[in-house]
């Protein structure tokens, strides 16, 4: 029964998409703080408005880590980032496939959640 359970959720979050997470991980997002300043959330859910713009800076990513670094793929830009040692969070992550990245483009890497591995 959990395995159908979690087959489903996973289902559903594949459905609504990159731009439709926020729902799926509020709750965590709005606990994260920016390293550099604890004071600071570091995460606003990317999310597109009804006229197509896309607003905000943290969402889903694929991640992997090479030479002891974590490198995050940037959608917006097409190509692996390396996070700096001092973006990382430790925090729960929700979804044990994919990191967390937030991200702009003026401000770079804001704060970076490594998947869940288990370890």
Known sequence: MMVLGLAAMMWAAA???????????????????????PSLSCCNAR???????????CEPSKAE??????????RQTREWLRVPDGKVIRERNPNTFDAHICWTPVRGVICFV???TGG
């Open 15 to 37: 459905a609504l998409g990159q731009d439709h997470h926020h729902p799926l991980h509020h709750d965590f997002y709005r606990h994260w703080k920016d390293p550099a300043n």
């Open 47 to 57: 999310i597109e408005t009804p006229d197509g713009r896309e607003v905000g800076d």
């Open 114 to 116: 490594p998947p869940d």
């Open 65 to 74: 880590v090479r030479n002891g670094a974590w490198y995050v793929w940037i």
